[in-house]
Structure formats: structure tokens, C-alpha cells
T-cell receptor, first 111, second 112 residues
């Protein structure tokens, strides 16, 4: 069964304290792994797509990496405005258009 | 930029009412999706559509129906609202060959 597990559930950092969020997945024939950011009361905002092991994508203080079993979202020198829930999702060969979602990591960055 | 809009940000309805949630996207996307999001349960797919007048059930279709008469518009219908349908409802769209989905702002529905 396709599955996505995110850890930790919640993370509190001090401003400037770098860390990583984890997304472990089980899927048959990965067609893509997706990272989203969600602010309270709003819809998820697309960040990155990763397609194959070894691939990396960067945007400002965020860097996403992918292996055959997991993905990491590295946050370098975070700022309070990076506080949000970060969601991971995968699309497998058997699911085509549908995404399998993790429950997210709630990140709080204190000034 | 992809833009997905939803008809209401907040909605309060009574038990038994028929509820319509509308979603419009302006990027000519073939695929459209309806999710609900609840604390501790994450995003759950209700229905999706990959073409006009086409629909497929997601993981939790019971109590819901959908309509897609035009490519840009996808409606979610609660035939007889119940309190357990109180939730955040999110619409998304995507291209057929690219699976990344773009979301609307969400509708917070409360059924009393």
C-alpha cells in the first residue's frame, strides 16, 4: 500500500537555527514527490517536485532532496515567516492523477 | 500564475440543507480535485475529474456528489449536510501530464 510518513509532527526552531524535515514514502513506481507549504486557514502552496533519487531543488532558504525511500526539506537559517505546516505528497505509477499525502510537519520559528 | 478560486471562504449551513461549493481555475487544467482537511486526518480526496462531465470517486465520496459542466469549473455538492461534514474544503487543479496540484484558498464549512 502506498504510504507517506512525515516527521517530526511539530518542530520549534530559533531564528537562524537550521534543520531538516523528513518525508518517508512507500510507493510503486514513483512518478513524483511534492512539497507544499500551508499557512493556517489557507490552501497549500506548491513548493517543489522531485522525480528521481539524487535530485535536489532549492528556493530561498529551502532545499529539497530525494532518495529512493525518503525526502528531506532542509531549512537554512530560518526566519519567523517560514513558520507554517509543510506537507509532502507522492504520486505512484498505480495512482496516476491522485496524490498520497502525509500529515505534515508544523514548523514554528521563534524570533 | 495558476489561480484557483473558491466561491466562499466561510460558510455556515444547517443540518439537512443542500450545499454547493464552487471552484474555478483559470489555467485550462484538465484535472480538478476536491479534498477535505481535518486535524489529525490530513488531506482526503473526495472526488476528482479529469475532463468535462467525467468524474471519479476518491477515498471518501459518501455524502457528496460533483458536477463538471465546463472545463474551468468543478462543483462539490453536499446533498443533505450533516454535522460530520464540518471541515475545510479544498479545491485543486493540475495538468494531465504533470501531477503537481495547485490549490484554492479553501472553504471553511460549518454545519450546525
Amino acid at each position: 500500500e502506498d504510504q507517506v510518513t512525515q516527521s517530526p509532527e511539530a518542530l520549534r526552531l530559533q531564528e537562524g537555527e537550521s534543520s531538516s524535515l523528513n518525508c518517508s514514502y512507500t510507493v510503486s513506481g514513483l512518478r513524483g514527490l511534492f512539497w507544499y507549504r500551508q499557512d493556517p486557514g489557507k490552501g497549500p502552496e506548491f513548493l517543489f517536485t522531485l522525480y528521481s533519487a539524487g535530485e535536489e531543488k532549492e528556493k530561498e532558504r529551502l532545499k529539497a532532496t530525494l532518495t529512493k525511500k525518503e525526502s528531506f526539506l532542509h531549512i537554512t537559517a530560518p526566519k519567523p515567516e517560514d513558520s507554517a505546516t509543510y506537507l509532502c505528497a507522492v504520486c505512484g505509477a498505480g495512482n496516476n492523477r491522485k496524490l498520497i499525502w502525509g500529515l505534515g510537519t508544523s514548523l514554528a520559528v521563534n524570533p | 500564475d495558476v489561480k484557483v478560486t473558491q466561491s466562499s471562504r466561510y460558510l455556515v449551513k444547517r443540518t439537512g440543507e443542500k450545499v454547493f461549493l464552487e471552484c474555478v481555475q483559470d489555467m485550462d487544467h484538465e484535472n480538478m480535485f476536491w479534498y477535505r482537511q481535518d486535524p489529525g486526518l490530513g488531506l482526503r480526496l473526495i472526488y476528482f475529474s479529469y475532463d468535462v462531465k467525467m468524474k471519479e470517486k476518491g477515498d471518501i465520496p459518501e455524502g457528496y456528489s460533483v458536477s463538471r459542466e465546463k472545463k474551468e469549473r468543478f462543483s462539490l455538492i453536499l446533498e443533505s449536510a450533516s454535522t460530520n461534514q464540518t471541515s475545510m474544503y479544498l479545491c485543486a487543479s493540475s495538468l494531465p501530464s504533470i501531477n503537481e496540484q495547485y490549490f484554492g484558498p479553501g472553504t471553511r464549512l460549518t454545519v450546525t
